[in-house]
């Protein structure tokens, strides 16, 4: 048999991988360039900044969202892991209002309050979803959603309850934002908020990139990938630690915006197989040109309907929710054949 | 390599999940490059923790593990890993890698960040490959593989991690008899002609006396016996070990003798 191929087939290069980032960031940014150009007639310069902070804000979601999702996946050894359904994002939610809540009461500026109370919420929600889920430090994949259900559940209840201590008017513009969807009016006003997240979202999609080997031996069970060399109760801290800034950014940005990755991954998945190490890099721009084109036509589909924006939460939510019926039947069945 | 014939060293290791419940107790043992060590024992004797606690996945309570002249403790996951390998007992790959992908990650103690392999780690574990006789089914999956050649795709991923000791956690527990002598043999050849220092853990009393060259007989977390299988097959070791009646069949050429219970 011929070996010499195989090997090739087998070996990942460095030279490979900055390729394939080259060619989707120039995607990406061609993405972006087209979507600001789209929509009305008599574009002004104006109007495309605006429209190319706004994209610079989805794709740093997305961005965020879907390698955040495919480390999940990875770490837990479960493709129905993700920041939404484990209820990080609701977490970092439930961090963001109170943010918001407290600021107004004291006086002090929000960007005091909520990237802290976001982080914070973020990380809370992944230490507790995973300490009720593993027992001696072994995972059940079905006690892991449920108890993604659970503190869904319980976010969702503190979010209505910070709704009751906050005047009416403030209530329509919180629940606009917990439909998920990007803000032009919060890319252009606050551009240190956006900077500050697509540059933390981008550091810790970077350092997700290089867990990806170790993601990979993960596949192997604990005891062994870390009889290869991988520390693995350190890597699990890692990767929730950089999933909760990737999240708290997410959503500060756009709010909670589910199922994004969930359907990003695993259309990666199904393409350039398991490998982590790609998957981390292609997921990410996979997220961002996602989402930009998605927003793009939330906006557009606001004009046409005559109802202002849809919150492009609200599209991702109706495509991922079938879609993730989808994955949990196939991997039911898989289980009982 | 290593300057001491005795690469993995314990003495006096005890361990508790919890307190008052002892699964080993003053277990010493020794492991020599190039010698095939059995560790033997009825279920719930500690074997299995023993081999937790060498891998250093448990942290003994009481005791000392030395490996290549330093405390195991004192190891980072990565030096570890140059050093000591391990094969479970049932292989499971999660993810969809070929059986060439999942060979070539005994080489991430080896590898940079990225664990992108050079042209020395595809040559390691091309070697591994043909000492396990896995290359026929290199761009396999696991899962479309039989339990012997997965369990061949471990021991050829341990072998990349080119390490002094190798771990087995009862390999060819689920195997058929052909599959149970391949994968004996395969450990002699590693001690005897790669030098390494292999420890397994076994309940078959039979195949691990034919082919070990040390045995290590427990009961209730404590080492019953040690030594040769000369040395160490009496009936009396294995009736108190296994709790069960036991004849010793001498095969008239003199060799090991067949243990056979009742």
Same mark, same amino acid.
Request: charged share 20%; hydrophobic share 45%; proline share 7%.
């Given at each position: 048999m011929t070996d010499q191929p195989l090997d090739n087939h087998a070996a990942l290069s460095l030279t490979g991988l900055a390729r394939m980032t080259f060619i989707l960031a120039t995607a990406s940014l061609g993405v972006a360039v087209l979507c600001g150009l789209v929509g009305q007639v008599g574009l002004t310069w104006n109007t495309f900044s605006a429209r190319f902070l706004r994209l610079t804000a989805a794709a740093t979601v997305g961005a965020a969202l879907a390698s955040g999702g495919m480390a999940l996946q990875g770490l837990l050894r479960? +493709?129905?892991?993700?920041p939404y359904i484990l209820g990080i994002s609701s977490g970092a939610g439930v961090g963001v209002l109170l943010g918001l809540a407290i600021a107004a009461k004291a006086a002090l500026p929000n960007w005091a309050m909520t990237p802290v109370m976001a982080l914070a919420g973020a990380a809370a929600t992944c230490g507790v979803v995973y300490g009720i889920a593993q027992r001696r430090g072994r995972l059940d994949p079905y006690v892991l959603l449920l108890s993604g259900v659970i503190v869904n559940a319980f976010n969702g209840a503190i979010m209505l309850s910070i709704f009751l201590l906050v005047p009416p008017r403030t209530i329509a513009r919180f629940a606009v934002w917990a439909m998920g969807g990007v803000s032009e009016a919060l890319a252009i006003t606050n551009i240190p908020l956006l900077s500050g997240c697509a540059v933390a979202a981008v550091a810790c999609w970077a350092l997700l990139v290089f867990r990806g080997a170790a993601l990979n031996t993960l596949g192997l069970g604990d005891e062994v990938a870390g009889s290869v060399g991988v520390p693995v109760h350190r890597l699990r801290v890692e990767v929730f630690a950089l999933v909760s800034v990737m999240t708290a950014a997410a959503v500060m940005l756009a709010g909670p915006i589910g199922f994004l990755g969930l359907i990003v991954p695993h259309i990666c998945r199904l393409i350039l197989g398991p490998d982590h190490r790609k998957l981390a890099i292609v997921s990410g721009f996979g997220g961002a040109i996602f989402l930009m084109l998605a927003d793009t036509l939330c906006r557009l589909a606001g004009g046409w309907l005559r109802i202002g924006e849809v919150p492009v939460g609200i599209l991702t939510a109706l495509c991922g929710g079938p879609f993730f019926i989808y994955l949990l039947r196939k991997r039911l069945g898989g289980v009982k054949s | 390599m290593s300057n001491s014939e005795h690469v993995l060293r314990a003495e006096g290791l005890a361990f508790e999940y919890? +307190?008052?419940?002892?699964?080993?107790?003053d277990v010493s043992m020794t492991a020599a490059a190039g010698k095939l060590l059995c560790v033997l024992g009825p279920n719930g004797s500690g074997k299995t923790t023993l081999l937790r606690c060498l891998l250093g996945r448990l942290a003994a309570r009481a005791g000392t593990i030395m490996l290549d002249g330093k405390a195991?403790?004192?190891?980072s996951a990565r030096s570890l890993a140059r050093l000591l390998a391990y094969v479970p007992q049932f292989p499971t790959s999660a993810?969809?890698?070929s059986v060439r992908e999942l060979v070539l990650m005994g080489r991430f103690a080896h590898t940079g960040p990225m664990g992108l392999a050079s042209e020395q780690d595809l040559a390691v574990s091309r070697q591994a490959m043909m000492m396990t006789d896995?290359?026929?089914?290199?761009?396999?999956?696991l899962s479309e593989i039989s339990g012997g050649e997965a369990q061949r795709v471990m021991i050829a991923r341990a072998l990349a991690q080119q390490p002094q000791v190798c771990l087995l956690d009862e390999p060819t527990s689920h195997l058929d008899i052909k599959n149970q002598l391949t994968i004996y043999r395969m450990m002699v050849r590693l001690a005897h002609d790669w030098k390494m220092a292999v420890i397994c853990v076994s309940h078959d009393v039979n195949l691990a006396a034919r082919f070990a060259d040390e045995l290590l007989v427990m009961r209730l977390g404590r080492v019953l016996a040690d030594g040769t299988p000369q040395q160490v097959l009496n009936q009396g070791v294995l009736q108190s070990a296994f709790d069960v009646d036991i004849d010793l069949v001498h095969p008239p050429d003199g060799g090991i003798p067949i243990i056979r219970a009742h």
């Open positions: 479960n +493709p129905l892991a993700e | 919890r +307190p008052g419940q002892h699964v080993l107790r195991l403790a004192g190891y993810f969809a890698f896995t290359l026929d089914f290199a761009n396999r999956m």
